[in-house]
């Protein structure tokens, strides 16, 4: 097992760090805000907007580092909240593509820091910030950070099948765990992409990175670490990817792996 004590830590958030919908544990929270106190460099890497990863560290109580949001293509500093670096790409052909192959989905697009522009309702939606109802024209008015699409018509088997013969005009793209969804960022932008960036400026050394995540778009980010861990109840290739498997979020496996090396 691995001896060497990590010094930047990349911690995903739903499915990771607390349940879709629920609260971070009071052991996770202290594990994590241990980690900080030792001087390692916690950064919170999520899918989620820059208003909704602002919640999770309110939650853990954090109030300085760094922030990686919408699968890497938003860093942001926590201390002030202002974007370090914003990565976009025009949605308007990505826009195209996915209305013609499904005519029912409902489109959205991050407007960073104020909200969200959306065709329609979608379930599980943050509803922080302004949410604004758009027609699809609108959605490409500028460029934008990610661009999600919710196909209430279908499953995710099926949109996946439907997308494994399909590319995005200058995106990639990543699906959601079970339920059929899409999201849609500028090509070459990943949770493992901004986390080498970072890795880079502030001097780490990649053997002493640590990334601990459950879903399909944390894939890049458990490739890149030094050292990787998946939950639990992480997807099957998740699971076969990272080097070592924790407990799973509802036993608090990010503070079982944290514990051993820092602890209030």
């Not at 013969?165 to 339920?179: C, I, K």
């Not at 002493?208 to 099957?236: C, F, K, Q």
């Not at 998740?238 to 944290?258: F, K, R, Y």
């Amino acid at each position: 097992m691995e001896t060497e004590i990590p010094q930047l830590i990349a911690l995903d958030v739903d499915g990771t760090l607390l349940s879709t919908g629920g609260s971070i544990t009071a052991r996770v929270r202290n594990a994590v805000r241990a980690a900080v106190a030792a001087g390692a460099h916690v950064v919170i890497t999520t899918g989620r907007t820059l208003l909704a990863t602002r919640l999770v560290l309110e939650e853990l109580g954090l109030a300085e580092g760094r922030a990686l949001c919408s699968n890497g293509a938003v860093h942001v500093d926590i201390s002030n909240w202002n974007p370090v670096s914003v990565h976009t790409f025009d949605p308007e052909p990505s826009v195209a593509v996915l209305r013609k192959l499904f005519p029912d989905m409902v489109l959205s697009v991050e407007k960073v820091g104020v909200g969200t522009w959306a065709t329609g309702y979608y379930p599980g939606s943050f509803r922080l910030g302004e949410f604004r109802f758009v027609e699809d024209r609108d959605l490409s008015l500028e460029p934008t950070t990610r661009l999600n699409g919710w196909w209430p018509g279908g499953s995710l088997a099926d949109m996946v099948k439907v997308m494994a013969e399909q590319s995005l005009p200058g995106a990639g793209w990543v699906h959601g765990e079970n339920e059929p969804w899409l999201v849609a960022s500028k090509q070459g932008v990943s949770k493992g992409w901004a986390l080498e960036r970072l890795r880079q400026e502030l001097g780490v050394p990649l053997a002493a990175t640590l990334a601990i995540g459950d879903g399909y778009n944390d894939r890049e980010m458990l490739s890149w670490a030094g050292h990787s861990v998946a939950m639990g109840n992480s997807v099957e290739p998740i699971l076969a990817l990272a080097d070592e498997v924790t407990a799973d979020v509802q036993d608090d496996g990010v503070a079982v792996v944290l514990e051993r090396w820092f602890r209030n």
